[in-house]
């Protein structure tokens, strides 16, 4: 049984006997011994615990990056009535995913990519640490050239 939320609702003798799911379905829990049925119990409600949870976490990301774009939405469109060149970014990686955006009157923002550093993308060092150290060698062997002779 449940009340009219969809919540389960306990029988006189125990545990309840039936959960009603989000997407309407009803599961039938009366054949299942009734210590079985409260570990299934306990289980469900940490279960519906978590979603809530994480569900209040992607609305608070949600609401804060609606937030951020309003606010440099504001300044872009306030800088560029002015007759100013202008071109904002902003890169936030959440519980959501990663947003890129960029926006403003440039030609920079006319073409929507963000730079490297923009984006986050470290500089990759390792073909400059080769080069250094082939250059290294090559010193090392003209000098040992110069002082056998």
């Not at 545990?15 to 119990?41: C, H, V, Y």
């Not at 872009?76 to 926006?103: F, K, L, P, W, Y």
Request: aromatic fraction near 4%; charge should be negative; avoid cysteine.
């Amino acid at each position: 049984m449940s009340d009219p939320r969809g919540n389960p609702t306990p029988t006189p003798s125990g545990p309840p006997t039936s959960i009603a799911l989000a997407t309407g379905q009803t599961i039938d829990l009366s054949f299942i011994p009734e210590a079985q049925r409260n570990a299934l119990m306990a289980e469900y409600m940490r279960g519906t615990i978590d979603i809530s949870r994480k569900a209040n976490e992607l609305h608070v990301d949600v609401v804060t990056l609606r937030n951020t774009l309003g606010a440099l939405a504001e300044t872009t469109r306030q800088v560029s009535q002015d007759g100013n060149s202008v071109t904002v970014t902003h890169t936030q990686t959440t519980a959501v995913g990663r947003t890129e955006i960029i926006m403003g009157n440039t030609e920079t923002a006319g073409q929507g990519k963000l730079s490297p550093t923009q984006t986050g993308r470290e500089t990759n060092w390792t073909p400059y640490y080769i080069f250094a150290a082939i250059a290294a060698v090559v010193l090392i062997v003209i000098a040992i050239v110069a002082h056998g002779h």
